[in-house]
């Protein structure tokens, strides 16, 4: 049987890919560390994205308050607006949209800076400087997305809450602590800790798949753009697999 | 035995040239695309040697090779007695640290200033040096470009000249013994591509380097080669001084002189 074009290269990709972050296991955990290159990463990726992932975690949390009430006033249950809107920004929505504007912020900025870097010969520069380019680029900018993304979501659900809050308060009345208090009492511990693993993930695909395209960036501005652009839909489609394959495992677990 | 003492040093004076480079039988293709087929080359020392060649005939592919930044198929590099081909990270490092590299595209990081640029080599080589030391020495390679005023700026604010001059002070921190430039001066305007050329033999002279310049540009190859060298389909074409090429008769060589 013959495969077709677009099935080859979709797995000489995969297997590239794959490839990559082997090399990632197998070389990141060795010295030389990179520390200060780490610390410089973590700043710029969490920081970078901090304001608009705060500002779309607020919209979110105001505008699914807003948009449930009504439904919970048909069925009688208005009193559990808070808990509802809590497990669904906490469970899910909050983790998956911060990745995906992380992947569009972030994916796309290491994609287009590692492929103008590989093009104009940076990389090739490093090397010959007694730097391996791929710790010092690539290992410090996933371990930094890995762990940044986790932060920023938490920092975002915080956010979204703090919106329904005041959505919660635009038509009716109820007090900051008591809003929480639902909020709090309608999670548990198996609502948190899956969602709260599945953001490492999450992190860990944004800062691999940008490095991938970028490392591997074709010759010419119109690469890298290419490489930017590829790292974000890539790593955006990647957050909604793990997203099902971690509810998968967790139901199997019994976490759920 | 008399006469053996006389031919020792005899010998010697003939071979005080050694080679710092030399390269044989080296193939490297990619795929399909042999580029490199079964490639000699020798620099020796205190030597400028220019490599000619068409666009994507393995001009860069060659020096990546000597530098190690691209394993070649077969072949043997050997760069100051040592074989490259064969050397662990570490010892690859010591070579790199005596070869400098001005790469075509100049390859200054973006994100970095002038002064960590140059940094960069030193703090990474595990060179010993203090703070202070290492101001000087970029203060030094700065002032040998004529750009000492440009420290605190971004490669972004330059324009090609500068970062051209900027990318060959930083190759030249170090104090390399050998330099390999790719196409000094291609993209550059007439004027400043011959400013270049004329730093680059001013260089060379000073810090006593060998090279090899990889370039198309006749005036280029005129101001800073002793001997030419001609790259055509992998192979070394001819290879002679630049008055003996610029005369033959041969239209491979001849279209390079047009
Ligand atoms: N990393 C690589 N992967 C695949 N092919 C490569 C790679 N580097 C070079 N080549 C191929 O090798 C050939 C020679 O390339 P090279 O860059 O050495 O040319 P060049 O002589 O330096 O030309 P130019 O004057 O344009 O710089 C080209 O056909 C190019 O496609
Ligand atoms: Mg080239």
């Known amino acids: 049987m013959v495969l077709s074009k677009t099935w080859q290269n979709f797995f000489r990709e995969t297997g590239e890919m794959s490839r990559f972050t082997w090399r990632f296991f197998a070389h990141g955990f060795k010295p ?18 901090l304001p608009l992932i705060g500002l779309t975690g607020f919209i979110l949390g105001l505008v699914l308050t807003l948009q449930l009430r009504p439904s919970l006033i048909d069925y009688g249950v208005e009193s559990q607006l808070p808990a509802m809107v809590g497990i669904a920004i906490v469970r899910e929505i909050g983790p998956v949209i911060t990745a995906l504007i992380f992947a ?23 090397e010959v400087s007694g730097t391996n380019p791929f710790k ?4 410090t900018r996933v371990l930094a997305a890995t762990l ?5 979501v938490i920092l975002s659900d915080g956010i979204s809450l703090y919106g329904s809050y005041l959505g919660v308060n635009i038509r009716g009345i109820t007090s900051f602590n008591l809003f929480f208090k639902q909020v709090f009492d309608a999670l548990s511990f198996s609502d948190l800790s899956p969602a709260f693993i599945k953001t490492f993930f999450f992190g860990f695909a944004v800062g691999m798949i940008g490095c991938y395209k970028g490392y591997n960036s074709q010759k010419g501005t119109e690469g890298v753009g290419r490489s930017a652009n590829s790292a974000v839909v890539v790593s955006s489609l990647l957050i909604f697999i793990i997203d099902l394959v971690v509810v998968q495992v967790t139901d199997i677990l019994g976490l759920n | 035995m008399q006469a053996e003492q006389e031919t020792i040093p005899f010998i010697q004076r003939v071979t005080a040239q050694q080679p710092v480079i030399s390269i044989h039988h080296l193939y490297k293709s990619f795929g399909t695309n042999a580029v490199l087929i079964d490639l000699n080359f020798l620099l020796n020392k205190g030597e400028n040697v220019a490599v000619l060649g068409k666009s994507g005939s393995g001009k860069s592919v060659m020096i990546k090779c000597i530098i190690g930044l ?34 075509q595209s100049n390859a200054l990081y973006d994100s970095m200033t002038v002064r960590e640029n140059l940094e960069f080599p030193l703090r990474r080589h595990w060179i010993q040096i203090t703070p202070a030391e290492s101001n000087e020495k970029v203060m030094d390679a700065l002032t040998n470009v004529g750009l000492a005023h440009t420290v605190d700026m971004m490669p972004a604010e330059l324009s090609g000249g500068m970062r051209k001059r900027i990318a060959l002070a930083r190759t030249l921190i170090l104090n390399p013994d050998i330099m390999l430039y790719d196409e000094p001066t291609t993209g550059l305007d007439p004027i400043t591509g011959r400013e270049i050329s004329q730093l680059m033999a001013e260089l060379g002279e000073k810090y006593n380097t060998s090279s090899v310049i990889i370039s198309h540009d006749m005036n280029c190859i005129r101001t800073t080669a002793d001997r030419v060298v001609m790259l055509i389909d992998g192979r070394c074409y001819t290879e002679g001084k630049y008055e003996e090429l610029k005369k033959s ?9 047009e």
Do not use: W
């Open chain 2, 70 to 103: 691209l394993r070649p198929d077969s072949g043997e590099i050997n760069v100051l007695g040592k074989e490259v081909t064969t050397l662990n990270q570490e010892e690859l490092d010591r070579i790199r640290v005596r070869v400098g590299f001005l790469f």
């Open chain 2, 249 to 257: 008769n041969d239209p491979n060589v001849k279209q390079f002189f």
């Open chain 1, 148 to 152: 940044m993304l986790p932060v920023l």
């Open chain 1, 136 to 139: 010092y680029l690539v290992v």
């Open chain 1, 104 to 126: 569009g912020k972030i994916g796309s900025s290491i994609g287009a800076e590692l492929g103008s870097m590989k093009v104009t010969e940076q990389i090739d520069a490093m």
């Open chain 1, 32 to 49: 030389r560390y990179e520390f200060a290159e780490f610390f410089r990463q973590c700043f710029l990726i969490g920081y970078k994205s």
